[in-house]
DNA sequence: TGCGATACGATCATAACCGCTCAAGTCAAC
DNA sequence: GTTGACTTGAGCGGTTATGATCGTATCGCA
């Protein structure tokens, strides 16, 4: 039983069941636990499953329920970060999300926000512009929200929706603020990305909003990724974690860019 | 019973009944007070419910759960269902899906067809188009299959994407087949749905594909709902399970319509 | 308003699980 | 045959989930 052979039973487990446990993926494989576990994670970072106490569950078809029980060492500084994000965004607001795990944990803050639920009835307390469909389904069973989804074509890695429908959508609409997550900001190069389709996606989005706030942990910061998203004159705000290096924090903040370390 | 099938169960009892209470639970579930308590704090804290004493209630306007938690039965018809819709997609076609529990269980035929796995590069096997993230979360990491999602509003009860925006975006559109997923079909009145706004979306699908096929298990058939999606006229064909009265089955074909028992 | 019963939150003990590190084993390339 | 990269399994300290206990708060009822 090889490593290949492994993970594809450890798929279908998940398919099958929509979750695996170690224990039962140990017994039925015949491997280790420590390397059951390795497996695991391996598909959480493939973004095949996620991982849980005990083992993890499926992921593409999961939109069962916005439930994440994720244990993980940065998730602990991304957390905080959506802590501080999401509470940036003013009640009856119009707010941009783009793709990927920082503005994921955004959307859970945003989601979990008590005064945002506290409003009984009437206009949403938020409305929600979002390129992910990772981020749409977290938050969309929340009766205060009004979530809007852009088209376009699937980027699996992402999540993210981009291409011609994407923008045709992005033209039409407008955000008062805009949690952009990128691959990497600079105080020169300003906020980039890795692949250059998201990068002209995320840019419509950057122009359809009035205020920008970058959130990304610390090791985005100084990083030029292959494709600029926008300049750092277009970057209003970034919050990241305590890691940040003061000397970056000054140049962004000489860049015009307010930096805040949650 | 682990964590994440009893959290499930609780937000399938708010959804039945509005509310839970603690005893209840306990005897249902298995666990102790105290777990189900910790397990309801979390609900809350989720906004996905209020605590009470004793229990917890569904929070206003979660009437919208997504009906996964309201239905869990006919799986194996919608299953097979699915399996011989599936198999109407040719290689290399484009093909739609709106949302649904029926058309969901077509997309995960369409994402397990072997032949369509087997195709090793180049052009992706087949385009899908859908207007639910739920059904393009249960497709996109198939590197053999384009995801399209259409913009919009989601309404968190069908995970389908309505309003101007997916107007907007499916004018651009045009596929090959649709698979339509409804809430009634009648040899008379045709396809419909218990909501206006989805109708409406859902008509634009239709007129943007050149063969429709309607999925809907037997309960479905003879049934009117709320709002017309499309005359029977439009239909060329229907897969359902074998629990159709004849009498139904002759007049859908008198109707000219394609009915295909699975 | 006062009382009894019930439910609650906090704390703690237990057991399972996790991530990490290190040593041994496997395989391919040179 | 040797080297080197990779994978696997085991041990260790720390964390998490669960259930029980106990004092306190809340609710229903008179």
Redesign the pocket.
């Known amino acids: 039983m090889?490593?290949h052979a492994?993970i594809s039973a450890l798929l279908a487990m998940l398919a099958e069941n929509g979750k695996v446990e170690?224990?039962e993926a140990v017994a039925a494989l015949g491997?280790?636990?420590?390397?059951i576990?390795?497996d695991l994670?391996y598909l959480d970072e493939q973004r095949l499953a996620t991982?849980t106490?005990?083992?993890a569950v499926a992921d593409s078809g999961s939109f069962d329920l916005p439930l994440h029980?994720k244990?993980?060492?940065a998730m602990d500084e991304k957390r905080r970060i959506g802590q501080v994000a999401a509470g940036l965004a003013p009640i009856g607001s119009t707010t941009g999300l783009n793709g990927g795990t920082t503005t994921l944990a955004v959307a859970r803050a945003l989601a979990a926000r008590p005064d945002l639920a506290a409003r009984e009835s009437g206009a949403p307390a938020l409305t929600i512009v979002t390129n992910a469909v990772n981020v749409a389904g977290e938050l969309l069973v929340r009766p205060y929200l009004k979530v809007v989804v852009t088209g376009g074509v699937v980027r699996a890695h992402s999540y993210e929706l981009f291409g011609p429908l994407a923008e045709r959508s992005l033209e039409a609409l407008s955000v008062d603020l805009l949690f952009l997550g990128v691959d990497g900001i600079d105080a020169g190069f300003g906020a980039s990305a890795y692949s250059d389709a998201e990068a002209s996606t995320n840019l419509l989005m950057v122009k359809a909003a009035a205020r920008i706030v970058v959130v990304a942990d610390s090791s985005k910061i100084g990083r030029r990724a292959f494709a600029q998203i926008c300049p750092p004159a277009g970057i209003d705000t970034l919050v990241t974690d305590k890691g940040i290096e003061p000397a970056a924090a000054a140049q962004l903040r000489g860049a015009g860019v307010e930096v805040i370390a949650a």
């Not at 491997?31 to 390397?35: G, I, L, R, V």
């Open positions: 090889d490593r492994r170690v224990d491997a280790s636990p420590a390397t576990r390795r994670v991982r106490h005990g083992g029980f244990t993980g060492r």
